[in-house]
């Protein structure tokens, strides 16, 4: 199975800040048609996750252009800009490219 | 607008089943697969499989086979996850999630395995 590392655990944040979450794969995550599966959820408190990036870097409709995904091969990144009380919560990186599909364990992003 | 309604909790004993269902609506139901995800308390998410109701092909996670069952009523847009030989490592919330990217996800089914 495709492993995905995730780090920090945990991220404390001042409003208005900026964070940057990694998640990096075993293996590469470049699919034989030559698309990328990497996705990015928001778990907030009590609530199922929602998806914010598809495909490394394509935003969710309705997700803010404050949440950007970058990223090759193993190797992944999601920043988040201008922090919000809202953007509160856990998230987790997802790979869809290899069965079966895996996902980080979560990164806690807390208030400072 | 898109919304996948699962079930209600549900207590059950060791051994037994469990069949959840999750009832999609504000999209074409028979166009999408729709994913299973397992998820314990404190813990990550695990994907279980999929089904594509239009025609009823199923991918599982290896982990889950002889577990999960997964099947789908077109007549009704509600995908339906069967749990046997439940075991306390059972326990735990059960989301649907449509599509390839899981861009919509039912609230979630509370499942407790305990005698």
């Known amino acids: 199975d495709v492993v995905m590392t995730q780090t920090p655990v945990s991220l404390s944040v001042s409003l208005g800040g900026q964070v940057s979450i990694s998640c990096r794969s075993s293996q590469s995550l470049v699919h034989n048609n030559g698309n990328t599966y990497l996705s990015w959820y928001l778990q907030k408190p009590g609530q199922s996750p929602q998806l914010l990036i598809y495909?490394?870097?394509n935003r969710f409709s309705g997700i803010s252009d404050r949440f950007s995904g970058s990223g090759s091969g193993t190797d992944f990144t999601l920043k988040i800009s201008r922090v919000e009380p809202d953007d509160l919560g856990v998230y987790y990186c997802g790979q869809g490219t290899q069965y079966p599909y895996t996902f980080g364990a979560g990164t806690k992003l807390e208030l400072k | 607008q898109v919304q996948l309604q699962q079930s209600g909790a549900e207590l059950v004993k060791p051994g037994s089943s469990v069949k959840i269902s999750c009832k999609a609506s504000g999209y074409t139901f028979t166009s999408y697969d729709m994913h299973w995800i397992k998820q314990q308390p404190g813990n990550g998410l695990e994907w279980i499989g999929w089904?594509?109701?239009?025609?009823?092909?199923?991918k599982y996670n290896q982990k889950f086979n002889g577990k999960a069952t997964l099947t789908a009523d077109k007549s009704s847009s509600t995908a339906y996850m069967q749990l046997s030989s439940l075991t306390s490592e059972d326990s735990a919330v059960y989301f649907c999630?449509?599509?390839?990217?899981?861009?919509?996800w039912g609230q979630g089914v509370m499942v407790t395995v305990s005698s």
């Open positions: 089904i594509y109701p239009g025609n009823g092909n199923t």
């Open positions: 999630a449509k599509g390839y990217y899981f861009d919509y």
């Open positions: 495909k490394v870097s």
